[in-house]
């Protein structure tokens, strides 16, 4: 049941922030939504930050297994790092309430020791996937293509988290597919 629970406050606490659009909701706010009593949130999480990570933590679990599944069905280099960059704007990612707890968790981690180490994991494995991927099409320029290419998923999550409109993966994979293939044409022109 604790597993339910923390479950049920996890995926009440990115409602919570995704319809206010930053981290300023309360606990019980979050325990109401999860229909528990803001003594068992707290009993759960000690607090609305260590609630949060949590969420976090979600996110990039799903996020994770939702990578991992795309890159075993792709085969080549170019399938596989279009698999990367498609599962980044995947439909249980790219959805409103998730951009704005990843707007806010950047945030956090401008002052949270636990949120800034979750987002160094993250970006790492991020970058890291992107250049392996990357290496047999463009060789040394691999780290320089990743490094553009994080910056622009990062900004196109922040473009969606400050637009009101509907949020639209597809599109936004589609941005980062014609950034990397102008890239992989001036390599290959060069």
């Not at 009993?43 to 075993?72: C, N, P, W």
């Not at 995947?90 to 020791?113: K, Q």
């Not at 949020?167 to 060069?190: F, I, N």
């Amino acid at each position: 049941m604790e597993a339910i629970r923390r479950e049920e406050l996890v995926d009440a606490a990115i409602h919570e922030i995704g319809e206010r659009g930053s981290l300023n909701v309360t606990v019980g706010q979050i325990a109401k939504r999860a229909g528990v009593s803001p003594a068992l949130a707290f009993h759960y999480f000690k607090g609305k930050d260590q609630m949060f990570l949590a969420a976090m933590r979600s996110i990039l679990t799903v996020y994770g297994a939702e990578v991992r599944g795309a890159l075993v069905a792709a085969k080549r280099p170019e399938d596989r790092l279009e698999a990367l960059i498609r599962a980044s704007f995947g439909p249980s990612n790219f959805r409103h309430e998730v951009v704005a707890a990843w707007l806010n968790f950047y945030v956090l981690a401008l002052t949270d020791a636990g949120a800034r180490r979750l987002l160094t994991v993250y970006q790492r494995r991020l970058r890291s996937n992107l250049v392996h991927e990357l290496r047999p099409r463009a060789g040394d320029r691999a780290p320089a293509i990743a490094e553009r290419l994080v910056g622009l998923i990062d900004g196109l999550y922040l473009h969606a988290a400050l637009d009101t409109g509907d949020t639209d993966g597809k599109a936004a994979a589609e941005q980062v597919l014609a950034a990397l293939a102008c890239d992989l044409k001036q390599r290959d022109t060069e």
